[in-house]
């Protein structure tokens, strides 16, 4: 059973063989078993080069010594760091020569973040942004993670759980001391005026949260057409390499096929689909119905069709943005204004105006300067109880002070929820599972 008052250690620079490793230390042996592995320490936050050595006194490595009392540390504990050439057998020395000390293990994954949180060194939204950081792979991924990471979020979050609880507070006011001089007669211009506003604001908020999600997961992009339409070589020229098989053969594609494309700082997923049409053929159905039901959950639909041929405009159950290319412009010279862009994936006409037309689109999503944005299911589901909490305690006008007081209470706690002010004791296995060990 692991307890919170072991020290714990671990490999936190990543991978070896590298240049550089980093092992960190944290706990209240931290000191402890640093001096025993490097002697004298320096002063907080110096770096010192020191001999490692075994408590045997075998020499492990020469490298840096870093020592950052609690808590003012990542932790909030005492941590230590050691830094020492990046060789696996270098590395594997040192851990083993750590896990010989008393109360003192192997860190398990985000255990060293889990420990700033708490101890009160980060929220829950700022230790999801890190986890975001830390594999963002993409500009825009980057500055979001970094938005959560340094707080911007939980500012905005706090701030609105903090109205409503002071909203609460001029409510519980009213009723307790009704009589009293000092208490207003009326909290109708004081806190519903301020829960208008903050309605407002939280749905526009959450207005943002399909941006959020399209940053974070990137933009969803299906390419779909009749068979033979150009739908696989159209996924091989932009992903610059052969994802699908490409024949004349109608309904080769019978399964749905994705690639992942950087456009312009943004994640891209593009899905290749199997050709729509008229079939019995049992495979190639199921073909055609995965089509569909990934059609349905798309950001953006690129409908293909053989110049002269009708692109389908209508999906059912997509409602967004359809954007239709005529294919094979190398046989088919000529313009066409039936569709949005012509192309050629043999010769590769056109695809720069795709492309454009693909950055449009982002942009035209991101018209905002701001990136504190939600971006994850599980701040929307939450964003969205508060916001149906606060409308209810508005519209709540013929019902006691007290049943709207309740409604806002529940706004509030679906807020905590989302930073951790409130117990959410159940989600942070499935949080801190998503990092490395050394973090």
Request: charged fraction near 25%.
């Amino acid at each position: 059973m692991l307890t919170k008052n072991e020290t714990i250690y671990a490999l936190s620079s990543g991978s070896v063989p590298s240049g550089v490793a980093v092992i960190r230390i944290s706990g209240a042996m931290a000191f402890v078993l640093a001096r025993s592995l490097a002697g004298t320490l320096p002063a907080p936050r110096q770096a010192a080069l020191k001999t490692i050595r075994t408590r045997n006194g075998l020499m492990i490595d020469r490298g840096l010594v870093l020592i950052f009392p609690g808590p003012a540390s990542f932790t909030g504990e005492d941590c230590a760091e050691i830094h020492v050439h990046g060789g696996k057998a270098v590395v594997k020395a040192l851990l083993d020569e750590l896990s010989t000390f008393e109360s003192c293990r192997l860190a398990e994954h985000g255990e060293f973040s889990r420990r700033a949180l708490e101890n009160g060194k980060m929220d829950l939204v700022e230790v999801e942004g890190l986890a975001d950081l830390i594999s963002a792979e993409t500009e825009m991924q980057r500055r979001l993670a970094l938005e959560h990471a340094a707080g911007g979020l939980s500012v905005l979050y706090n701030g609105w759980a903090d109205r409503l609880t002071r909203a609460r507070a001029l409510i519980e006011a009213e009723l307790d001391f009704a009589d009293e001089d000092d208490v207003p007669g009326s909290v109708s211009d004081m806190v519903w005026t301020d829960m208008q506003h903050l309605r407002a604001e939280l749905a526009d908020h959450l207005a943002g949260a399909d941006l959020g999600e399209i940053i974070r997961d990137g933009l969803k992009v299906v390419i779909v057409g009749a068979p033979n339409a150009g739908k696989s070589s159209l996924m091989n020229a932009l992903a610059k390499r052969e994802v699908a098989i490409v024949t004349d053969i109608a309904g080769t594609t019978r399964d749905v096929l994705h690639v992942d494309l950087n456009i312009e700082g943004y994640a891209v997923r593009l899905y290749d689909t199997a050709g729509l049409r008229e079939t019995d053929e049992i495979v190639e159905r199921e073909g055609i119905r995965r089509a569909l039901r990934t059609v349905a959950d798309a950001d953006l639909v690129l409908s293909l069709a053989e110049i002269g041929d009708e692109a389908q405009r209508d999906f059912p159950g997509f409602t967004g943005k359809v954007l239709t290319l005529g294919t094979k412009s190398d046989i088919h010279p000529g313009t066409h204004d039936r569709y949005d862009v012509l192309i050629s994936s043999a010769t590769g006409s056109g695809l720069a105006g795709l492309h454009e037309l693909l950055r449009q689109d982002l942009q035209l999503r991101s018209g905002m300067l701001s990136l504190a944005l939600p971006s994850r299911l599980r701040h929307r589901k939450l964003l969205t109880e508060s916001l149906s909490a606060v409308e209810a305690a508005l519209g709540a006008e013929n019902q006691g002070l007290d049943i709207r007081a309740e409604y806002l209470r529940q706004a509030a706690t679906s807020l905590g929820r989302i930073t951790g002010r409130v117990d959410v004791e159940d989600l942070l296995d499935v949080i801190f599972s998503e990092f490395c060990i050394g973090k």
